[in-house]
């Protein structure tokens, strides 16, 4: 074999280029404490929810990161708000990062909408994709417009970190969706996201890896990296919580 065969044999295609996403949940708002659906109601963040995002821009001025995108709800732009100070950054607002539109839902319980639909609740927890809150956007739709736009920013920001802040329905659907999970399965497989915690994937060409799950997390004044232990369930991921149904 000629040297200038075995160099051009040698030489391989260039590597793909990935986006490290760094997704947040927004901080706590006034309507958790009674665990009321928010969704495209623009309801403010909560004393705490403003101590959780101080935490993640403390965070986020820690490690690195390039960009940062919000939705365009006011909870999700003010959580983004000290990450983007301590960085000398301007978000990015996108109203594809909305979260779903809960329908008749929005500003009330499960417990409040069962008692008055209890088949439709009950349907509701087999499978929340099939059947949705009367009135409220297809989670179908939702994933895929949350999807896409999460490809959109990896593609405009290759090889950099970027910080997404959203909300917890459509995030859960999103990674579902580029998890290859069933959407179906989102309730169940993903109970809850924290409240300011991050998410970090790495999206290659269009296509998504769960690198990690740790982030900043607020809990009776203080702060760390996973959160408080007791808060956890046993062996599972720091992001997921389990104390209420949404």
């Given at each position: ?117 209890p088949a439709r609740a009950k349907a509701f ?12 956007e297809d989670p179908r739709t939702a994933a ?103």
């Amino acid at each position: 074999m000629s040297t200038t065969s075995m160099t051009h044999s040698a030489v391989s295609p260039a590597a793909s280029v990935s986006t490290t996403l760094l997704l947040a949940r927004h901080g706590r708002t006034v309507w958790h404490a009674e665990n009321r659906y928010a969704g495209v109601s623009d309801v403010p963040l909560a004393d705490e929810g403003h101590a959780q995002a101080e935490a993640l821009g403390r965070w986020a001025a820690a490690h690195p990161v390039d960009a940062v995108w919000t939705s365009t709800l006011s909870r999700a732009v003010a959580t983004a708000e000290p990450a983007c100070r301590a960085l000398g950054l301007t978000a990015h607002r996108e109203p594809a990062l909305r979260e779903c539109d809960f329908g008749v839902v929005e500003g009330h319980t499960l417990a409040e909408f069962e008692a008055e639909n209890p088949a439709r609740a009950k349907a509701f927890r087999v499978d929340p994709v099939s059947y949705p809150f009367p009135e409220a956007e297809d989670p179908r739709t939702a994933a895929a417009r949350g999807a896409a736009v999460l490809r959109r920013i990896g593609a405009a920001h290759h090889g950099e970190r970027v910080l997404v802040v959203a909300h917890n329905t459509l995030l859960r659907l999103v990674l579902c969706s580029l998890l290859s999970i069933p959407l179906g399965e989102y309730r169940r497989v993903l109970p809850r996201l924290r409240n300011a915690a991050i998410t970090e994937l790495r999206m290659t060409d269009g296509a998504a890896a769960l690198v990690s799950n740790t982030g900043p997390c607020a809990s009776r004044g203080r702060f760390t990296l996973e959160g408080p232990r007791e808060s956890r369930p046993r062996g599972g991921p720091p992001f997921l919580r389990l104390p209420r149904e949404r």
